[in-house]
């Protein structure tokens, strides 16, 4: 395991390398990763590479025996390059050209721009191919599924559709086109998105287009490999991502890679409501799901983030530490910090790093450095060791996606469904992974499939395979609505499910903001919102009932047997203390593991290897708690402080 830095040495005056590097294997910093926004620096003039600076870097940090995971730079190809290759510019939704002069603008599909980059990163990767100090490649920086509108990648879009349908015709058919006259008669017709009205569009036509996307930009880091590979044989590779709007399939996108890197940039105010605060963790065991395994935190909270909003409250005493051992206990390996020191120049001056403006060894450099004594000299025996669960939760880009352009009611979201019930595991102290939808499920006896809103049959056999053995199953509300080819299916919800639920939505209700009532058969009630799912049983019992509206009485949330297994179906969204309460009822006649009397907000995981067992406790809020473990000594946990257990002692 191991601590490093973001450096960005192309930004700072050359007399300031040597003290900067000493001064990072002084407080204990044992990786870099450098590079990744250099293009212009890497090749000034098209064909002219000048590495010599970044050679000099790269010596003195071996000098210190500091490893280097380097950047390729085509995040931002220099103004030349644009200027030269206008076709390397991506279009918006209006056909434009976007404004250069920030970063992240070329096209993946620009002809000029592969030829570009298959240079660029061909001539570094000889150049540093069998450099002893560079471990680890990093594939451009934090890439987006954006939906350029440029012809290359209309011309492409066209031959992809081609490809799938084979023919206009049955293209029309598939999307459904007779709707508002939208039949396309030539190839010619087709264009991406356009325009800020998307949901107007075809939903068929947008999810093929999203899907589209996140292939170009996969195809981009396959071709990097590439030219890495032929004369890097042995480094790992990666890519670093972030959430967004336009983040890309990452199941698919770290296939070929060697390693998860994740862009850690926790909130530094812990909200008041409990809703969110289970947030970091869960984003965190969602990139230790992407390749089931750990992963690394390129870069991580530093300081005050700023620049394109309002600067942010300074990270509180030991949050910069803390949220570093919270990665680790999460399954993280390697953490840079972002970054050794705040810019003084440029669009990102306050976003602020380890050092300040100032240059001054202030608190959070100290804390930096307890941070590296703590996993470099303490936490040494958690090399090697992994987490496995016994629940998951799945997770799928296709239903994320369908509803950026089909929100199904207000204030329903994927990703907050997905916590709600990632929460309430947290709560219980089980161990949960977050795990692709079509992923082998054997080793799980609860898996967690909230809003299977497009239903594949792969999926379906999976689930059902799982069930059949006897898995516990969760599913909800809008689950089997739609084909792949984001149709509805004339059946009775859920759709393919529905055999394994033992019950069908007779009608439903996008409640939105408004309110219901569940009353559960132990006499628990709760409140719901957003969606109603009326429920007729089959062979399903029911576990819940509305309170209220015409469908007072109707079932709300039903179990059913199929083969060995259970499947639940909750047809609604409910008050977060329902999934607490709901997982421990689920987790009863299972080996799940759970942690009776954990404090709301500390955080339980376990990492093992063969012969060791390490419970790790973190503390996620702003107040001290106590923790009270069977047979051992009731003890204090500081906030964001990590506690590890030695379970075989
Ligand atoms: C990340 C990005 C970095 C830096 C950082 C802070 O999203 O990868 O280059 O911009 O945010 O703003």
Not at 291 to 317: D, V
Not at 555 to 572: D, P, S
Request: net charge negative; aromatic share 12%.
């Amino acid at each position: 395991m191991k601590i490093g830095v973001n450096y960005y040495p192309e930004q700072w005056d050359k007399v300031l390398w040597k003290n900067d590097i000493t001064q990072m294997a002084e407080v204990g910093v044992k990786v870099v990763r450098l590079a990744e926004f250099a293009w212009s620096r890497l090749e000034p003039t098209e064909g002219v590479y000048d590495f010599g600076w970044l050679d000099e870097v790269i010596a003195l940090l071996e000098e210190k025996g500091i490893e280097v995971i380097l950047g390729t730079p085509t995040n931002c190809p220099p103004l030349w390059l644009y200027e030269k290759y206008p076709d390397a510019v991506m279009c918006d939704e209006y056909g434009n050209k976007v404004t250069i002069g920030i970063r992240g603008h070329r096209c993946y599909n620009s002809p000029s721009m592969i030829k570009k980059t298959k240079q660029i990163v061909s001539k570094m990767a000889e150049h540093y191919g069998k450099s002893k100090a560079v471990v680890s490649w990093q594939i451009d920086n934090e890439l987006e599924a954006y939906h350029c509108t440029c012809e290359a990648c209309t011309e492409k879009f066209r031959t992809w559709l081609k490809l799938k349908y084979g023919s206009l015709e049955q293209m029309n058919k598939t999307y459904g086109t007779a709707m508002w006259s939208g039949e396309y008669s030539d190839w010619s017709q087709v264009k991406p998105p356009m325009g800020k009205q998307q949901h107007w569009l075809n939903p068929g036509f947008l999810m093929d287009h999203y899907r589209f996307a996140s292939e170009s930009m996969e195809q981009f880091v396959r071709l990097q490999t590439a030219c890495i590979r032929e004369f890097d044989k042995t480094s790992s590779i990666t890519t670093n991502m972030y959430l967004g709007n336009m983040t890309p399939d990452f199941y698919n996108t770290f296939q070929d890679l060697s390693y998860a890197s994740y862009d850690n940039y926790p909130v530094t105010v812990i909200p008041d409501g409990k809703e969110e605060i289970y947030s970091h963790a869960f984003h965190l065991d969602l990139t230790r799901g992407i390749k089931r395994k750990n992963f690394c935190i390129m870069e991580e909270l530093s300081g005050a983030p700023g620049c394109w909003m309002p600067i942010c409250r300074t990270p509180k005493p030991n949050m910069v530490k803390g949220y570093a051992l919270q990665a680790i206990a999460r399954g993280a390996d390697l953490i840079l910090h972002f970054r050794w020191r705040s810019a003084m120049k440029g669009a990102e001056m306050f976003w602020h790093g380890i050092l300040d403006h100032n240059n001054v060894q202030g608190r959070r450099y100290q804390e930096f450095r307890s941070l590296c004594e703590t996993v470099h000299d303490q936490l040494g025996f958690l090399e090697g060791t992994v987490i496995k669960n016994k629940v998951a939760l799945l997770f799928s880009h296709e239903q994320d996606n369908a509803f950026k352009f089909q929100q199904q009611a207000q204030g329903f979201h994927y990703y907050s469904q997905l916590k709600l019930f990632h929460n309430g595991v947290m709560r219980t102290g089980a161990g949960i992974d977050i795990i692709n939808m079509t992923e082998d499920l054997s080793g799980y006896e609860v898996i967690i499939a909230p809003t299977i809103y497009i239903a594949s049959q792969k999926v379906v056999d999976n689930l059902t395979l799982f069930v059949e053995n006897g898995g516990k199953l969760i599913l909800t509300n809008r689950t089997g609505v739609k084909d792949e080819t984001n149709a509805c299916v004339m059946e009775n919800l859920p759709g393919p499910f529905a055999p394994l639920v033992g019950a069908y939505v007779e009608e439903y209700d996008a409640l939105g903001d408004s309110k219901n009532i569940v009353q559960m058969r132990n006499g628990n009630c709760y409140t719901c919102s957003q969606w109603a799912d009326i429920l007729q049983e089959d062979t399903a019992q029911v576990l819940g009932v509305y309170g209220e509206d015409f469908y007072k009485g109707k079932a709300a949330i039903t179990q059913n047997t199929y083969g060995k297994g259970t499947i639940y179906y909750i047809g609604t969204i409910l008050e977060r203390d329902f999934y607490y309460d709901f997982m421990m009822e689920v987790f009863r006649d299972t080996t799940v593991e759970r942690m009776e009397d954990l404090p709301d907000g500390v955080e339980r995981s376990i990492r093992e290897d063969l012969n060791h067992r390490y419970m790790l406790l973190f503390n996620n809020t702003s107040h001290i708690q106590k923790i009270n473990i069977v047979d051992q000594e009731p003890f204090e946990l500081q906030p964001f402080d990590l506690h590890v257990i030695d379970l075989r002692s």
